[in-house]
């Protein structure tokens, strides 16, 4: 039998120049490119590529640096640019810009990006365990991107500070990374999670990172913008109801990330809001809601509410009631309050009884199921883009989602299947709503879908 022949192993050259900071750098992009089976080697004609870690700290540094990237240009022709320089706006491409990627000082995950794009590593699956996007529980086209960990907040029904602590962001860059490993895989739908969204970067004081050579701040709205380069779907989840989330409806306008907000308000009663150490009244929300709504007209407002929390009597109830009246949210979720081991609510006085609970609950959905219905209703006969989510051929059905729905937890589109059927699983298309009712839809292809 014949040996297989060795695969050939991807060599690179390094180049460190600047303080004993940068030479850390350098040791942990090293130390990893080792990991990762790339050879280190010390001339330029032997390398398949070159990384040059660059100073930016004063003028002859800055001159030093770019002599060094000319020199590897000229010498190699295939350059990675990161250090101090990459950080001082775009000099070292108005320099040099046939280099492939530039990046700012600690950046190793986004210099081993760039040398995995331009240089990279063979994915073995009878030797690697890990494709390259990770392990999933998802279906392919659709995937769930953790910004952060953890919460700031004391709502006094919830333990997650005491489980998950303090709120701590994950690194911009790690999180485009992670997007761009999914969007090539194959996913068309991205699910930005966390315990509160819009918080954040507020740990690091939305600290500017390097994404690509381009610097992106840590906070919702860059990220937003930052995602949208990616063509999929992108959707919110989880946004507490900070001021700043004004900017990224703008972002929904254009196109950029999906017209849908999950933003839970959680009640309406300003007593049982500041019993639960939520923040707002609902006159400011109401006030948000018809804002948000004058910017982009299709936005999905998506909320979850509680009934039954400790004091609610039936006049905060009765506000509640009246907030769905006036707000017209386009998805909405009830839950009765219950005890939970830990949280600050258990010690509040008025205890609600269980049967109380209960009907409030279903008065609460009886009256959105109404709403919804009527919202449903409005797309009758309008041409809506859906994600195909699943093809049952025992049914005959083709089930998908809308832009304004949310796997799991919001409603469905279903499509009776062509005798010539040219979509599949994550195909993103155009259909026309021909039916509804309290919470899904039934739809047929459109007339010349180009989708």
Not at 262 to 277: C, E, G, R, T, V
Not at 399 to 418: F, H, K, N, W
């Amino acid at each position: 039998m014949s040996s297989a022949l060795p695969k050939k192993t991807h060599r690179v050259g390094f180049v460190s120049l600047g303080c004993p900071k940068a030479t850390v750098d350098s040791e942990h992009i090293l130390t990893q490119l080792r990991a990762e089976g790339y050879d280190i080697v010390p001339s330029y004609q032997d390398a398949d590529l070159v990384v040059v870690n660059t100073c930016g700290f004063i003028d002859a540094a800055v001159e030093e640096s770019l002599d060094a990237i000319g020199e590897a240009l000229d010498e190699n022709g295939k350059v990675i640019v990161t250090g101090c320089l990459g950080a001082k706006g775009d000099i070292v491409q108005q320099a040099h810009p046939n280099v492939l990627a530039v990046t700012g000082p600690h950046a190793t995950d986004e210099v081993m990006e760039a040398i995995h794009e331009h240089l990279p590593a063979e994915h073995d699956p009878f030797l690697d365990l890990v494709p390259p996007q990770g392990i999933r529980l998802t279906p392919r086209h659709y995937a769930y991107l953790k910004i952060s960990e953890g919460c700031n907040h004391r709502c006094t029904f919830c333990i997650i500070p005491s489980l998950r602590g303090d709120l701590v962001s994950r690194p911009v860059n790690d999180v485009l990374l992670e997007a761009e490993r999914l969007a090539a895989s194959g996913v068309k739908e991205l699910l930005v999670v966390s315990q509160d969204t819009s918080a954040y970067g507020v740990d690091v004081k939305y600290k500017t990172e390097f994404y690509n050579g381009m610097p992106v701040k840590t906070r919702m709205t860059e990220l937003c913008e930052a995602l949208s380069q990616f063509g999929i779907w992108v959707r919110l989840h989880y946004v507490y109801p900070y001021p700043h989330v004004n900017e990224v409806i703008p972002l929904m306008a254009e196109g950029k990330i999906l017209p849908y907000l999950d933003i839970p308000f959680q009640h309406a009663s300003p007593k049982i809001l500041k019993a639960m150490k939520r923040p707002a009244s609902a006159e400011n929300t109401m006030q948000r809601i018809k804002q948000w709504r004058e910017i982009c007209p299709e936005i999905t407002i998506r909320s979850t509410f509680i009934v039954g929390f400790p004091g609610e009597s039936e006049e905060d109830f009765q506000q509640l009631l009246e907030f769905l009246d006036e707000a017209q949210l386009d998805r909405v979720g009830c839950f009765a309050y219950s005890d939970v081991e830990g949280a600050k609510a258990n010690e509040l006085d008025g205890t609600v009884a269980e049967e109380v609970k209960q009907e409030r609950v279903a008065r609460f959905m009886e009256r959105q199921a109404a709403i919804s219905a009527d919202k449903l209703k409005q797309n009758i006969g309008r041409t809506r883009d859906v994600i195909i989510d699943a093809i049952d051929t025992e049914e005959n059905m083709i089930i998908a989602r809308t832009s304004s729905d949310a796997p799991d937890i919001d409603g469905l589109v279903y499509i009776e299947l062509p005798d010539k059927n040219t979509v599949n699983v994550g195909d993103i298309t155009q259909v026309t709503i021909t039916d509804t009712d309290e919470y899904d839809m039934w739809a047929v292809p459109a007339v010349n879908n180009e989708k």
